[in-house]
């Protein structure tokens, strides 16, 4: 896949192509970007189930036509139970079963903000139960099993199929659902149902609340009734980087926005429009170093960080780091946090709205936990937390986890406004470092850009190494060039789920909307 989509009125960028179509046919009716977000987000819950999921959390970067981004942090805080004696004995939190899912599930509330936010610009709304009927019909009726689930699945079967409820929802007739069966969720598609007339606030404060409250008692899970009642999505105003080619926004803490826009920063003062492709993979690796160390120094709850986070973006710091980086060897380092199982989606429409969003319930299947009755699976991510007590992501009731995720949206110089991302924990700064560069500074297509073989410094599922992990098409003299600058370096099969599903949709000057999306993917760029 080397050529861009291109339309005038909307597009729609998701890594699955029925996500992408729920989200046109929002914009075909008149909706704007983020009630086309909102369809976009319920289909893929449904038809990625591996990957994200009402059970998760979220976040919305959303980019007006003129004025300041707005950011939503939708991610869900530890339950009032989830304290270090809950898990007296452990080393360390587990990453599946009920003691993983130790906080509540934010995704849903950043919709019904997100659609808050939408009406608050004057728009007449479109009916909730529009936005999700594309996702009930595929929970009840069915989706085809894309291949990357059908391996998630028999990957994970072993260490899930006796986690509560994971059996009877993803392995019917107890076998993995072969690539291209027909996958039904009932639980699922009755939970949309009841959001779709009772409201989205009804997943903390309704009647849907008082279930999920009764089922988390049931299983020991550490979250309550009041934990749900009391959450709350809350707009954030997005960390900023002043780069040479424009302005570029993500996500503030909890999330590693951070990261994603130190090493732009960084690289920014490195001369990438000069670099060949082993100068731009060594540049961007020891700048995500140095931006890693920024990281797990300082990222936790908002309310926990001792320091101005926008203060480590200033011009003087990036300066500092940048010129500790060597052109002639590799740098060692400490250890990555891992991968992260994860979608991005980018929406624009016709009015110059712009949405850069992510969904997550973090590692593949979550918890591994099915709430009865619901359908929905419950997020670990709370097993970023650290049961030392003296940890910056020491675990306390209340407190929000760290997270990988990092939507990402850029205004040019030229006039071009710009949304990206992806998914994968450590790799999602890096693969936005590698489609920036590439498109914006070194001029590669857009689709080019997303398509060309990526990279991945850190851990993959299952593995211990820290290694520059990089796709095999990368050339073998780029290869050795990088092995001799001191990289530990280990080859990926070419098209890698490993390094992420990405995606950009790149509003040009002219009004026209340019779509891309990944080919590791089962995704699509729609438009009209």
């Not at 490195?270 to 492709?277: P, V």
């Not at 797990?296 to 200033?314: A, E, G, K, M, Y």
């Not at 110059?352 to 997020?379: C, D, K, N, R």
Request: aromatic share 6%; charged share 15%; net charge negative.
């Amino acid at each position: 896949m080397i050529q861009s989509n291109m339309a005038p009125m909307g597009m729609a960028v998701t890594p699955h192509h029925l996500a992408s179509e729920s989200a046109l046919a929002v914009l075909r009716e008149g909706g704007n970007a983020i009630e086309a977000m909102v369809a976009a987000a319920a289909t893929i819950a449904v038809v990625y189930p591996h990957m994200n999921g009402l059970g998760g959390d979220g976040f919305w970067l959303i980019v007006p036509p003129h004025g300041d981004p707005i950011a939503i942090d939708a991610s869900g805080a530890a339950g009032a139970l989830a304290h270090r004696d809950f898990y007296h004995g452990e080393s360390h939190i587990p990453h599946r079963g009920p003691k993983a899912a130790l906080t509540v599930a934010g995704t849903v509330s950043g919709w019904e903000e997100a659609l808050r936010l939408a009406a608050e610009r004057g728009a007449a709304p479109l009916p909730l139960s529009r936005l999700l009927r594309d996702a009930i019909r595929y929970a009840a009726d069915g989706i085809p099993v894309t291949a990357s689930q059908a391996a998630a699945t028999a990957a994970k079967q072993q260490e899930l199929q006796h986690q509560p409820g994971f059996a009877a929802t993803f392995l019917p007739d107890g076998y993995v659902p072969a690539a291209g069966s027909r996958f039904t969720q009932p639980a699922l598609a009755h939970t949309l149902s009841l959001l779709s007339e009772q409201g989205l606030a009804s997943f903390y404060r309704g009647a849907l609340a008082h279930h999920l409250a009764r089922e988390m008692h049931l299983l020991g899970m550490p979250v309550t009734l009041e934990d749900l009642q009391q959450h709350r999505a809350c707009r954030r105003t997005p960390l900023h980087l002043a780069h040479s080619e424009g302005d570029i926004w993500n996500m503030t803490p909890p999330t590693q926005g951070l990261v994603s826009l130190a090493i732009l920063g960084i690289t920014d003062r490195l001369q990438m429009a000069q670099a060949d492709e082993a100068q731009t993979v060594h540049r961007i690796a020891e700048a995500t170093k140095r931006a890693f160390a920024l990281r797990d120094r300082h990222i936790t709850d908002p309310r926990h960080v001792n320091i101005d986070i926008q203060s480590l973006l200033d011009a003087a710091h990036l300066d500092e780091l940048a010129a500790q980086v060597s052109d002639e060897q590799a740098s060692p380092w400490g250890t990555g946090r891992g991968p992260g199982d994860t979608v991005w989606m980018g929406v624009m429409d016709s009015s110059g709205l712009a949405v850069s969003f992510i969904q997550s319930i973090y590692h593949e299947f979550g918890s591994g936990v099915v709430l009865p009755g619901t359908g929905i699976t419950w997020q670990n991510r709370g097993a970023a937390f650290s049961l030392q007590p003296d940890h910056l992501l020491t675990l306390a009731p209340g407190k929000q986890p760290f997270h990988t995720l990092n939507p990402a949206a850029a205004r040019l110089k030229d006039g071009r406004t710009l949304v990206y991302g992806s998914m994968g924990g450590d790799g999602q700064p890096q693969t936005q470092a590698a489609i920036f560069t590439r498109h914006v500074i070194q001029g590669l297509p857009l689709q080019q850009a997303v398509s060309a073989p990526r990279w991945l410094l850190g851990r993959t599922w299952g593995q211990s190494s820290d290694s520059l992990k990089l796709e095999a098409r990368i050339a073998p003299a780029t290869v050795e060039r990088l092995r001799q600058l001191g990289h530990e370096v280990e080859l990926l099969p070419d098209f890698s789920e490993v390094v992420g599903h990405a995606g950009a949709i790149v509003r040009h000057v002219n009004g026209m909307l340019e779509g891309a999306f990944d080919p590791r993917s089962n995704g699509s760029a729609a438009g009209f």
